[in-house]
């Protein structure tokens, strides 16, 4: 969370930093704040609430310069306010910080400042970093030593971007667990938490790496270990064009989103058969018959969307290969002691791959011995560098909080997967491999046919039921999984109290809670389920539940148990997730638009979560 910019070069940097800051907001929204190097001096313009107030205190406080840095907050420590908003200085406003992280020692550090003198003016952790900078800085009288010997003292996570008044013509930056890349432009260089704050002026960056940290000028980068050595580090350049990061005529992010999705599943298919048709192939899994055949259990951990998408595994694999799967969102899985051992294989799924508590997770698993599969959006991140193997989601950016495309990317990431494990260990005949892939080719053009077909349907539902206060989303085996991922969607960007149920298990307790008009998703897309599913369906309608259906094709008789029906074109039991989960993401989309809810920056949300 919390997103970082900074511009040094030849022209203001404010514009720069604002349009970043923009970009960035996904990442936090709680405040935001620009530190900018003007007439020998660093002004400060923050403000609590989004990047808008920014803009507009800028109007009446105008402040120019070409070297800044700029921040937007989701907060951690201390509430969201104008004063607890980055940029942070240091007491004689001679050094100015902006920090994506937690300090985790900051109190043990705070006192011992406060003994030495030094006033604070924030709740923030952040505030510590920028006197100890100070401090160390009075010793020693050398800005990046002074950074250098702060980054060895301080505990916990950090993306930092620093300023001072005595080296005008430079940023430092440094990095542990939170993203931070070093922009390559022409006379002029960038810091940012991600690529799509700076797109406008380069595609090419440093990823740094933990405990590293970057002086920065205009004409030169310099990056440096922890240590103090000076690292070389290959330029990346991204394949990312700005349009990506624009909303080009949809009204939010999350649609536009939704509409890349037949792009986005027909990307994550193509080139990953073999030339003959008869394989999966998956650049980046080295995973062949022995090492599978080392394998006696899979761990698949993730958090929130990821998650989800990671129990669509959990089913297939058990199902279709035949080993035990638990699954686990990460928060839980590292601090259980989880049975995992040199035979387990651990899959981590994310789309940011910087989520704090899949990244530790991962070094847990790694520990342990397990070998660790990512499957990751976004390429060069801390969990695609950290595991052993990874399979990326080629879903581009997601800038909606809310995650849809990259959802529908990582589940077809897990259908390949599976895929590839059986046929390696023989538990898939080759015609039904065969008939699998043909299937999977058809679900872009299937996907586009929902979102062409299912608008009208479901805004009309939409318009019938926004004054519902619960909904209650039920489905069986596959389809239980999906009701999980709509019914978190919801509460996500609607605001509305939710509950997925295993549609059996309705009757032990929760059925109580049906009453005339609750709303009841029900998806029924599992054809050998179909009927047990139908039934629940019946049991909510009898108890005056108003019934939304989501069914494959051809199974008219839902519609005797539901007051409006989403179909879904046939395909293989396999692969109806990816299908069943659109109408839903249409759903909780049209709610919230219905309830006037800021839908691509939901409140309290942010999307990359790098803190625990
Ligand atoms: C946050 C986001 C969710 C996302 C989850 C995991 O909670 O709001 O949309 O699913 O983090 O993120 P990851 O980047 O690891 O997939």
Redesign the pocket.
């Known amino acids: 969370m919390c997103g970082i910019v900074g511009y040094i070069g030849g022209q203001n940097c404010v514009p720069v930093l604002i349009n970043g800051l923009e970009s960035l907001e996904y990442r936090g929204y709680d405040s935001a704040g620009v530190a900018v190097i003007s007439n020998g001096a660093i002004e400060i313009r923050k403000t609590k609430g989004k990047v808008e107030n920014l803009r507009n205190l800028l109007l009446e406080q105008p402040v120019s310069g070409t070297v800044g840095i700029g921040h937007t907050r989701w907060a951690t420590h201390g509430a969201p306010s104008d004063v607890n908003a980055h940029p942070h200085f240091s007491n004689d406003d001679k050094i100015a910080v902006v920090h994506n992280g937690i300090i985790e020692n900051y109190q043990e550090l705070k006192e011992k400042l406060q003994a030495k003198g030094y006033v604070f003016h924030s709740d923030t952790d952040t505030e510590t970093v920028a006197h100890l900078i100070d401090d160390f800085y009075k010793q020693n009288n050398d800005l990046l030593e002074a950074v250098r010997l702060t980054l060895n003292v301080i505990e916990g996570s950090y993306a930092l971007g620093v300023l001072c008044t005595d080296y005008p013509d430079q940023i430092i930056a440094a990095r542990k667990e939170s993203p931070l890349i070093v922009g390559i432009g022409e006379g002029s260089n960038f810091i940012a938490s991600d690529i799509p704050a700076i797109l406008n002026y380069t595609k090419n960056a440093y990823i740094l790496g933990d405990k590293e940290f970057a002086l920065i000028k205009a004409d030169e980068i310099k990056l440096y270990d922890i240590d103090g050595n000076e690292i070389h580090r290959d330029v990346y350049t991204y394949n990312w064009d700005v349009e990506a990061a624009q909303k080009n005529g949809y009204d939010h992010f999350m649609l536009k989103e939704i509409y890349e999705q037949p792009k986005v599943v027909m990307d994550n298919l193509s080139r990953r058969f073999s030339a003959d048709g008869k394989h999966v192939e998956l650049d980046g899994i080295k995973l062949g018959r022995a090492e599978l055949e080392n394998i006696n259990q899979i761990y698949i951990v ?5 998650y989800y998408a990671g129990l669509v595994g959990k089913y297939l694999l058990e199902r279709m290969v035949r080993i035990p799967v638990n699954s686990e969102v990460a928060s839980e899985f590292r601090y259980k002691d989880p049975l995992i051992d040199e035979h387990t294989l651990v899959i981590v ?7 704090a508590d ?1 990244l530790s997770a991962l070094k847990l698993a790694k520990a342990k011995g397990s070998r660790v599969l990512g499957i990751v959006n976004a390429v060069g991140s801390s969990i695609a560098r950290e595991a052993d193997d990874v399979l990326y989601t080629l879903a581009g950016f997601e800038i909606a ?3 849809t495309k ?1 959802f529908s990317a990582q589940v077809i990431a897990m259908y390949l997967l599976t895929l590839h494990i059986a046929q390696e260990l023989g538990t898939l005949p080759e015609k039904d491999f065969l008939e699998i892939k043909e299937a999977m080719l058809r679900l872009p053009s299937q996907i586009n046919d929902i979102l062409t077909k299912a608008v009208p349907a479901i805004r009309s539902f939409v318009d019938k039921y926004i004054s519902s206060k619960n909904v209650f989303y039920i489905g069986r085996g596959l389809d239980y999984v999906v009701s999980m991922e709509g019914s978190l969607k919801l509460k ?1 960007i609607a605001y509305l109290h939710s509950e997925p149920y295993a549609a059996g298990e309705l009757k032990h307790g929760p059925i109580a809670l049906i009453e005339s008009a609750t709303l009841v998703v029900g998806v029924a897309t599992q054809e050998s389920l179909f009927d047990k599913t139908r039934s629940n369906m019946q049991e909510v309608k009898a108890r005056g539940a108003k019934v939304l259906a989501i069914a494959m094709q051809g199974n008219r008789s839902i519609e005797e148990v539901a007051d409006d029906v989403i179909y879904i074109p046939r395909t293989h039991w396999m692969l109806t997730s990816v299908l069943a989960n659109i109408p839903q993401q249409l759903f909780a989309y049209y709610m919230a638009l219905g309830l006037g809810e800021d839908i691509d920056k939901p409140r309290n ?5 790098t803190v625990e």
């Open positions: 993730a958090c929130g969307t990821a799924v994310s789309q940011s791959g910087e989520t899949t909080v809310a995650s990259a996500e949300l942010a999307k990359s979560v």
